[in-house]
T-cell receptor, first 113, second 113 residues
């Protein structure tokens, strides 16, 4: 049973436009969420996080929105740049003190120049 | 560069064999996490160590074991290898002040023939 789902395996966006990556979860006990970016042949790189007590967190071009009632979070990248082309994973944790994260299967973003 | 190192980068071995993957966390980080990423899958949490003690366990097979040494480096031992164990194995670490954010190493690609 996939508790964290990224239903879009891939997404293409024009440079300068907004990229929206989506993530759905099923476990209402999840209380902390992160987004990671992964380039080929590298480990995932932390991008941005959000706690369940918030509904939005911004860091530069990256904003994460959390809708707890819908069990949905999204990552907005504005404006998108060719260097943003990578696989994006969302992850969730319901295990305070251990941070045992459940990862989605990833969305491959391609930003077209 | 996340500061987390993993060796070796690539490993090719045969079924039934045993291998050891090594991880050095970022300086000052006490927690080490191991993840497995099979083809087209998300990262699957295997196990977490905190300052030498096992803290959390995920879907880790009995054929797999791990430990964290006094110098905080960690090793993941995989034995009686099967074809299905071929995957990317990532190590991540987190610090005492920012435990919720995990920093990943570049991974070890294991191929079992």
């Amino acid at each position: 049973d996939q508790q964290v789902k990224q239903n879009s395996p891939s997404l293409s966006v024009q440079e300068g436009r907004i990229s929206i990556l989506n993530c759905d979860y099923t476990n209402s006990m999840f209380d902390y969420f992160l987004w990671y970016k992964k380039y080929p042949a590298e480990g995932p790189t932390f991008l941005i996080s959000i706690s369940s007590i918030k509904d939005k967190n911004e860091d530069g071009r990256f904003t994460v929105f959390l809708n707890k009632s819908a069990k949905h979070l999204s990552l907005h990248i504005v404006p998108s740049q060719p260097g943003d082309s990578a696989v994006y994973f969302c992850a969730a944790s319901a295990f305070p003190g251990t941070y045992k994260y459940i990862f989605g299967t990833g969305t491959r973003l391609k930003v077209l120049a | 560069d996340s500061g987390v190192t993993q060796t070796p980068k690539h490993l090719i071995t045969a079924t039934g064999q045993r291998v050891t993957l090594r991880c050095s966390p970022r300086s000052g980080d006490l927690s080490v996490y191991w993840y497995q990423q099979s083809l087209d899958q998300g990262l699957q949490f295997l196990i977490q160590y905190y300052n030498g003690e096992e803290r959390a366990k995920g879907n880790i097979l009995e054929r797999f074991s791990a430990q964290q040494f006094p110098d905080l480096h960690s090793e993941l031992n995989l034995s009686s290898l099967e074809l299905g164990d071929s995957a990317l194995y990532f190590c991540a670490s987190s610090g005492p002040a920012t435990q919720e954010t995990q920093y990943f190493g570049p991974g070890t690609r294991l191929l079992v023939l």
